[in-house]
């Protein structure tokens, strides 16, 4: 049964991606983006497979330096709840993804939901951490400070206010929480959340822990921004500095966090045309340029994570419904 609450969520979502479907596609020569298709560069799209494979296989070893604490697990086993979430995401609405990523790791490995959803809170947080660590030396590129103007000293000066924010919560975060103002000021759930933040940073006590996961975290995000560059060649936009592959991700990487439908459509299409918009690049060829990246990557998402549901011997009303009932069991437990 939906809740009024999670409809709410969907109905958003899907106006959202209606709104920058309708931003996108306004004033396009359609006849232009089909004269395209010929033109596809096959061999990078070729290229890009084995890449996109690494990308997640990046991914998997980084939680597996998170899961450590609780468990040693294997890449393969990482991996394919990891693809089992993504195409989830893909595919249904509400970005129930992580946590049915969380419960295939859980049932498989026959720990609690509650700590792979900790992990994947931590997950996260490097990788806002990480990117904001790759959007710094953009804005000091002239031609980026120029168009943001005065916003790019405002991202500058929130950035460092989350580096800080997060080194004081990692140190000082349970003491904080203790605090009877901190407890009146702030709502019930926000604290849950914030709670959950602390836990998760707090649960990186080994120095090479951490260490591996910003290392892994670093290369995961610097090999992001290799694709998207070397993605441009699928329709020979060429002459671009290497930086503009960084700024793409960063466009899309934004786009995708905003409310959407499932798969991200109409969101990863609008920011990945305005990423290229700005070096210039036309219109219609921005814009079939998010269409090809968007269609390959789902359909890679999509093929390797039903081949990992298919070997993982369960179905996704299954996943979904015990996750929800035992995500709250446990939560009740944890209060």
């Given at each position: 049964m939906i809740s009024r609450m999670m409809k709410i969520n969907i109905g958003v979502g899907v106006v959202l991606s209606v709104f920058?479907?309708?931003?996108?596609?306004?004033k396009i020569n359609f006849s232009e983006i089909v004269g395209l298709l010929p033109q596809i560069n096959w061999s990078i799209v070729l290229l890009l497979i084995p890449l996109s494979l690494l990308l997640f296989v990046l991914r998997a070893i980084r939680w597996y330096f998170l899961m450590k604490s609780?468990?040693?697990?294997?890449?393969r086993s990482l991996f394919s709840s990891i693809m089992i979430g993504f195409m989830i995401n893909h595919t249904l609405p509400l970005r129930i993804g992580e946590f049915v990523r969380a419960y295939s790791l859980?049932?498989?490995?026959k720990i609690k939901v509650a700590e792979c959803l900790g992990t994947i809170v931590t997950e996260r947080i490097f990788d806002l951490f990480t990117l904001l660590?790759?959007?710094?030396?953009?804005?000091?590129?002239?031609?980026?400070?120029k168009m943001l103007g005065m916003a790019s000293l405002y991202i500058l000066a929130f950035s460092l206010l989350l580096f800080g924010a997060f080194i004081s919560l990692y140190f000082f975060g349970s003491r904080l929480m203790e605090i009877q103002l901190v407890v009146k000021l702030i709502p019930e759930?926000?604290?849950?959340?914030?709670?959950?933040?602390?836990?998760?940073l707090q649960s990186l006590k080994n120095p090479r822990d951490i260490f591996m996961l910003l290392l892994f975290s670093f290369l995961f995000w610097i090999s992001a921004g290799y694709f998207?560059?070397?993605?441009l060649g699928i329709l020979h936009i060429s002459g671009l500095p290497i930086w503009s592959g960084f700024f793409l991700l960063l466009m899309i990487s934004f786009g995708v966090a905003l409310p959407s439908s499932p798969g991200y459509i109409g969101n990863y299409h609008y920011f990945a045309m305005i990423g290229l918009e700005f070096f210039g690049v036309s219109k219609e060829i921005a814009l079939g340029f998010a269409i090809l990246t968007h269609i390959m990557q789902?359909?890679?998402?999509?093929?390797?994570g039903l081949v990992c549901l298919f070997f993982e011997g369960f179905n996704i009303s299954e996943i979904w419904n015990r996750s929800q009932v035992q995500t709250k069991s446990e939560g009740k437990e944890s209060i």
């Amino acid at each position: 049964m939906i809740s009024r609450m999670m409809k709410i969520n969907i109905g958003v979502g899907v106006v959202l991606s209606v709104f920058f479907l309708f931003l996108a596609f306004r004033k396009i020569n359609f006849s232009e983006i089909v004269g395209l298709l010929p033109q596809i560069n096959w061999s990078i799209v070729l290229l890009l497979i084995p890449l996109s494979l690494l990308l997640f296989v990046l991914r998997a070893i980084r939680w597996y330096f998170l899961m450590k604490s609780i468990k040693r697990i294997t890449i393969r086993s990482l991996f394919s709840s990891i693809m089992i979430g993504f195409m989830i995401n893909h595919t249904l609405p509400l970005r129930i993804g992580e946590f049915v990523r969380a419960y295939s790791l859980a049932r498989k490995e026959k720990i609690k939901v509650a700590e792979c959803l900790g992990t994947i809170v931590t997950e996260r947080i490097f990788d806002l951490f990480t990117l904001l660590l790759i959007l710094i030396p953009l804005l000091f590129i002239p031609a980026v400070s120029k168009m943001l103007g005065m916003a790019s000293l405002y991202i500058l000066a929130f950035s460092l206010l989350l580096f800080g924010a997060f080194i004081s919560l990692y140190f000082f975060g349970s003491r904080l929480m203790e605090i009877q103002l901190v407890v009146k000021l702030i709502p019930e759930k926000i604290r849950y959340i914030v709670i959950d933040i602390i836990t998760g940073l707090q649960s990186l006590k080994n120095p090479r822990d951490i260490f591996m996961l910003l290392l892994f975290s670093f290369l995961f995000w610097i090999s992001a921004g290799y694709f998207y560059y070397l993605s441009l060649g699928i329709l020979h936009i060429s002459g671009l500095p290497i930086w503009s592959g960084f700024f793409l991700l960063l466009m899309i990487s934004f786009g995708v966090a905003l409310p959407s439908s499932p798969g991200y459509i109409g969101n990863y299409h609008y920011f990945a045309m305005i990423g290229l918009e700005f070096f210039g690049v036309s219109k219609e060829i921005a814009l079939g340029f998010a269409i090809l990246t968007h269609i390959m990557q789902t359909a890679f998402v999509v093929a390797v994570g039903l081949v990992c549901l298919f070997f993982e011997g369960f179905n996704i009303s299954e996943i979904w419904n015990r996750s929800q009932v035992q995500t709250k069991s446990e939560g009740k437990e944890s209060i």
